[in-house]
């Protein structure tokens, strides 16, 4: 769930801003891999599993959870969003009923 308090937000958004510049910045067809290689980066050290010590089914588990719980949310706030106004735009499938 993305939706934390105000407060909580302002300690990330600089440094989300920051590499969000970055990626922008990188040619569409390179910036797929870099997106990866941050946010891969930036789940790997906050659940300690880039060290031994902080391997574990649990951490693993709940570093594979918070991501799928993102992607879902960002299809259910964006995707779908989109994909309904194409709906809207240029017709709904004919689903043969």
Known sequence: MPYIPPEDRARYDEAID???TLL???SPDKRKGHANYVITQILRHA???HETAGE?????????????????EIYRRWVATYEDQAIEKNGDLDMGD
Request: charged share 10%.
């Open 18 to 20: 920051q590499l969000a």
């Open 24 to 26: 922008n910045q990188q």
């Open 47 to 49: 659940w300690g599993v």
């Open 56 to 72: 574990s089914y649990s951490n693993y588990a709940d570093l594979i959870g918070t991501f799928e719980c993102a992607k879902l």
